[in-house]
């Protein structure tokens, strides 16, 4: 299994960007997707959460409002749009999916982390 995340960049703040991640070699569907971030410095925190039917999300409070997560089953890809973008937002973005590894478990796995600059 394998999860390849795209779209990091430099940005000016109130910008925006949208983060994509792909899953690769699963058989089994996958569960839960999320997006986590690691500011320089700092430990990583979960950013935005969605279930595989797309109709749980959760997001931290400090992204609420700006920041939204989506998926693509069809596609196994999760995306995250994220608008006004603040300085505060830049770090590591971190792709993140509970994979089916068999019929009765789920496995977690991390995509490689994409850099978002935010900054004048």
């Known amino acids: 299994v394998q999860l390849q995340a795209s779209g990091g960049g430099s940005v000016q703040p109130g910008g925006s960007l949208r983060l994509s991640c792909v899953v690769s070699?699963?058989?089994?569907?996958?569960?839960?997707m999320a997006w986590y971030r690691q500011p320089p410095g700092k430990s990583r925190t979960m950013v935005a959460a969605?279930?595989?039917?797309?109709?749980?999300?959760n997001y931290a409070d400090a992204v609420k409002g700006r920041f939204t997560i989506s998926r693509d089953n069809a596609k196994n890809a999760v995306y995250l749009q994220m608008e006004s973008l603040k300085p505060e937002d830049t770090a590591v973005y971190y792709c993140?999916?509970?994979?089916?590894?068999?019929?009765?478990?789920?496995?977690?796995?991390w995509g490689q982390g994409t850099l978002v600059t935010v900054s004048s």
């Open positions: 993140y999916a509970n994979v089916g590894v068999s019929a009765q478990s789920v496995r977690g796995y």
């Open positions: 070699g699963t058989e089994f569907g996958i569960e839960v």
């Open positions: 969605i279930t595989r039917d797309s109709a749980t999300t």
